[in-house]
């Protein structure tokens, strides 16, 4: 089943949203690779773009949070700590040669994404439009 972004995570935030949208877009491809049996250099190349895009990401919504004041700060950037944490560790038995671990990324992450998009983003986002600061 593709993995794929929703109206349901729309959080009015163009550059959220579509940094959002990219995450969903590059865990449904990897997801794809990994079930035809693509080439592993092909999927660890894919699973970097993934951390890169995510390390971005996140750095986007603490700038944001941290530039208005968020009172949650501290809490949201340790889920984003904690899930690069889990995603570090994903790659590293990945690249240990535990093939059978590969899928275990994109399920993590699409689990994640939805996750922490509606509990955790909506609340700064939520924050910044009562404050007319999106
Ligand atoms: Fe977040
Ligand atoms: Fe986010």
């Not at 990897?30 to 773009?49: C, F, K, P, Q, Y």
């Not at 890169?52 to 968020?70: D, I, K, L, N, P």
């Not at 240990?96 to 939805?114: D, I, N």
Request: proline share 1%; with cysteine; aromatic share 10%.
């Amino acid at each position: 089943m593709e993995v794929a972004w929703n109206t349901r995570y729309d959080t009015g935030i163009q550059i959220i949203d579509e940094q959002h949208q990219e995450l969903f877009r590059i865990v449904d491809r990897l997801r794809r690779m990994i079930l035809e049996g693509a080439d592993r250099s092909h999927v660890e190349a894919l699973l970097e773009d993934l951390v890169a895009c995510s390390e971005r990401h996140f750095a986007t919504e603490e700038t944001y949070m941290g530039r208005f004041g968020y009172p949650d700060l501290t809490q949201h950037v340790s889920e984003h700590t904690s899930m690069l944490t889990s995603l570090h560790e994903l790659l590293v038995k990945f690249q240990e040669s535990h093939e059978a671990m590969a899928l275990m990324v994109p399920t993590f992450m699409e689990g994640w994404l939805k996750h922490h998009i509606s509990d955790g983003d909506f609340g700064f986002v939520t924050f910044l439009k009562a404050r007319n600061l999106a």
